[in-house]
């Protein structure tokens, strides 16, 4: 499986942005897929998570400012973000966990993105 993510950059506090994911190869065919970010020196953290079904769930830090959703057809799930904080600043990445009996347990990354909010 692969991920690839994109639409990060550097943005004003206050701005948008708009990251993608699309996965491509053997995707497990119910699972779950989520944005994490990682800042320098923290631990990588949930930022959102979307099901199969669509079941969403967010971290407080995004809740009213960022949206998970997907397109099904394409593979692919983006986050906006909005009302962006410095404190958003973080290499932001995608996975995809395989969470149906054939496939439970199974983990992929993309490679992150770069977001950079400056004050």
């Known amino acids: 499986v692969q991920l690839q993510a994109s639409g990060g950059g550097l943005v004003q506090a206050g701005g948008s942005l708009r990251l993608s994911c699309a996965a491509s190869?053997?995707?497990?065919?119910?699972?779950?897929m989520g944005w994490y970010r990682q800042a320098p020196g923290t631990q990588r953290e949930v930022v959102a998570a979307i099901t199969t079904v669509g079941a969403i769930n967010y971290a407080d830090s995004a809740k009213g400012r960022f949206t998970i959703s997907k397109d099904s057809s394409k593979n692919t799930i983006y986050l906006q973000m909005n009302s962006l904080k410095p404190e958003d600043t973080a290499v932001y990445y995608c996975n995809i966990i395989g969470v149906g009996p054939r496939d439970y347990g199974r983990v992929y990354w993309g490679k992150g993105t770069q977001v950079t909010v400056s004050s």
């Open positions: 190869g053997s995707i497990p065919s119910v699972n779950v």
